[in-house]
């Protein structure tokens, strides 16, 4: 089993909908990260974690929110979907020394 | 806020070539790890340097960090197709304990 998980990895959703992004991890880190990539972007942050009660904005947070369920779950939500959200997301999480573990990524289609 | 920078953006070489690809930064950073990402995958570390000057070797990838721990290097020798991806840095400490990335480097090489 993969150590960073995300699901589901592919979604075709409409204009509006409000759509939730999972993301588990079994490495047992205490920081977790949503990027989202866009070609000639690379990773842009949209939010982070260290811990369950500790959630920051990052880069790009607009139109997004996020839920640390518990140390290992860390889910991105797009309250009302909109065409330019149309992007490859991943989650991620590292060591306190910044060593960075990626999920395979969610490719997200807002049409 | 710190500025990253990647160079070149793009580079398509042909098997056997040398390359050479930067990343650099106004801010002084504790270490800088380099990540590639092939298509459709999320990225995977491949080296983390800490100390100003240090100097890794990863077969035939070699990683350097500036004495000024300001920015790093990565060097391959007889370039492989499958070298191809996007090689990605990603300093540590510092401003940036948050993870960010550059926007990377394409390369594609041709057999």
């Known amino acids: 089993d993969a150590d960073v998980t995300q699901t589901p990895r592919n979604r075709i959703t409409k204009t509006g909908k409000r759509i939730m992004l999972e993301c588990s991890q079994t490495?047992?880190?205490?920081?977790m990260y949503w990027y989202r990539q866009d070609p000639g972007l690379g990773l842009r942050l949209i939010y982070y974690?260290?811990?369950?009660?500790?959630?920051n904005k990052g880069e790009i947070s607009d139109g997004y929110s996020v839920s640390r369920q518990a140390q290992a779950k860390f889910s991105l939500s797009l309250e009302s979907a909109i065409p330019n959200q149309t992007a490859l997301y991943f989650c991620?999480?590292?060591?306190?020394?910044?060593?960075?573990?990626f999920g395979q990524g969610t490719r997200l289609t807002v049409v | 806020t710190q500025l990253l920078e990647q160079s070149p953006q793009f580079l398509s070489i042909q098997e056997g070539e040398n390359l050479t690809v930067y990343c650099n930064s106004s801010?002084?950073?504790?270490?800088l790890q380099w990540y590639r990402q092939e298509p459709g995958e999320g990225p995977v570390l491949l080296v983390t340097?800490?100390?100003?000057?240090e100097v890794k070797k990863l077969k035939r990838l070699t990683f350097q960090f500036g004495d000024a721990r300001k920015d790093s290097s990565l060097h391959i020798t007889a370039a492989q197709p499958g070298d191809t991806g996007l090689y990605l840095c990603?300093?540590?400490?510092?401003?940036?304990?948050?993870?960010?990335f550059g926007k990377g480097t394409l390369l594609t090489v041709n057999p």
């Open positions: 340097v800490v100390t100003g000057g």
């Open positions: 991620a999480t590292s060591e306190m020394g910044g060593k960075a573990f």
């Open positions: 990603a300093p540590w400490g510092g401003s940036n304990y948050k993870l960010t």
């Open positions: 974690s260290f811990d369950v009660k500790d959630i």
């Open positions: 490495k047992g880190h205490d920081r």
């Open positions: 801010s002084v950073f504790s270490s």
